[in-house]
T-cell receptor
Framework: GAVVSQHPSWVICKSGTSVKIECRSL??????MFWYRQFPKQSLMLMAT?????????EQGVEKDKFLINHASLTLSTLTVTSAHPEDSSFYIC??????????FGPGTRLLVL | GIQVEQSPPDLILQEGANSTLRCNFS?????LQWFHQNPWGQLINLFY???GTKQNGRLSATTVATERYSLLYISSSQTTDSGVYFC??????????FGTGTRLQVTL
């Protein structure tokens, strides 16, 4: 089956620091990956679409300068939360499209900003 | 944008019981997926079902695209079925819109 990994699985950082989260498609190439955010007991909200070799497309209300996305290869996309603050604490999940529009999701990264 | 509503929001079942989860969406879609989010947060693909009916073990799903709804059936529920079930839809560009979710708890 399609496998998507994320690293790290959880991170605790001080306010003002930057955190990088990696998303990898392990057994397939993904020209498109997505980044979602999920707050406790809520649904997933799409943050941005990451396209290999081009700039990411951000959803309305998502600050592109705060959430930097890089999709340098067909198997790797990174999300950097810059100058993180407590309100950025959340569960960040990536996904990758394999075929027929089916999205496969990574295990998620829990971010806690103190 | 497209609205996706799921019902019921919460469901408690005794082990062995059957259940039906519903997903209503506000506009035509060309992609619909059902997911199970386990207690650790991992989203597990259940079905890719923009139309028609599919079955996989104790789970089955039906999407009636013309009437803008999908149903997920869980038969003979087990405690490992606990978690949150999401449907998600997209119209174009593969951007999924997630539903509100159904939180299922299966008790012994």
């Amino acid at each position: 089956g399609a496998v998507v990994s994320q690293h790290p699985s959880w991170v605790i950082c001080k306010s003002g620091t930057s955190v990088k989260i990696e998303c990898r498609s392990l057994d397939f190439q993904a020209t498109t990956m997505f980044w979602y955010r999920q707050f406790p007991k809520q649904s997933l909200m799409l943050m941005a679409t990451s396209n290999e070799g081009s700039k990411a497309t951000y959803e309305q209300g998502v600050e592109k300068d705060k959430f930097l996305i890089n999709h340098a290869s067909l198997t790797l996309s990174t999300l950097t939360v810059t100058s993180a603050h407590p309100e950025d604490s959340s569960f960040y999940i990536c996904s990758a499209i394999r075929q027929q529009e089916t999205q496969y999701f990574g295990p998620g990264t829990r971010l806690l900003v103190l | 944008g497209i609205q996706v509503e799921q019902s019921p929001p919460d469901l408690i079942l005794q082990e062995g019981a059957n259940s039906t989860l519903r997903c209503n969406f506000s506009d035509s879609v060309n992609n619909l997926q059902w997911f199970h989010q386990n207690p650790w947060g991992q989203l597990i693909n259940l079905f890719y079902i923009p139309s028609g009916t599919k079955q996989n073990g104790r789970l089955s799903a039906t999407t009636v695209a013309t009437e803008r709804y999908s149903l997920l059936y869980i038969s003979s529920s087990q405690t490992t079925d606990s978690g949150v079930y999401f449907c998600a839809v997209s119209r174009a560009a593969s951007k999924l819109t997630f539903g509100t979710g159904t939180r299922l708890q299966v008790t012994l």
